[in-house]
Nanobody, 123 residues
């Protein structure tokens, strides 16, 4: 089984930056595609970014392109989400996820999920 633990969330003013981290354990890190999702109050969970098992491929949602960057550090078994130019609409609980099917933007593709970390962007 895979365990995922997010960290790095917190309050930030609009225009600011945060880096989220996802520590991966329990299985071979490179065997899975990784993704970041977020869920705001009263809304469905939505895709943010994904990265392939070998790190060669990344893809981000249109809402965050140019502002968010997904990356990984296999030596540290960690996936990151660097968030810049944050907007109030970025406020959500951010979840890290792992997929046996490799990179994907679809929630249903993911088998393992972290507990989430809160990001709150104030105006």
């Amino acid at each position: 089984q895979v365990q995922l633990v997010e960290s790095g969330g917190g309050p930030v003013q609009a225009g600011g930056s945060l880096r989220l981290s996802c520590a991966v354990s329990g299985r071979t890190f490179s065997s899975y595609g990784m993704g970041w999702f977020r869920q705001a109050p009263g809304k469905e969970r939505e895709f943010v970014a994904t990265i392939s098992w070998n790190g060669d491929y990344t893809y981000s949602a249109d809402t965050v392109k140019g502002r968010f960057t997904i990356s990984s550090d296999h030596a540290k078994s960690t996936v990151f989400l660097q968030m810049s130019s944050l907007k109030p609409e970025d406020t959500a609980v951010y979840y890290c996820a792992a997929s046996r099917f490799g990179h994907s933007s679809m929630t249903q593709s993911y088998d393992y999920w972290g507990q989430g970390t809160q990001v709150t962007v104030s105006s």
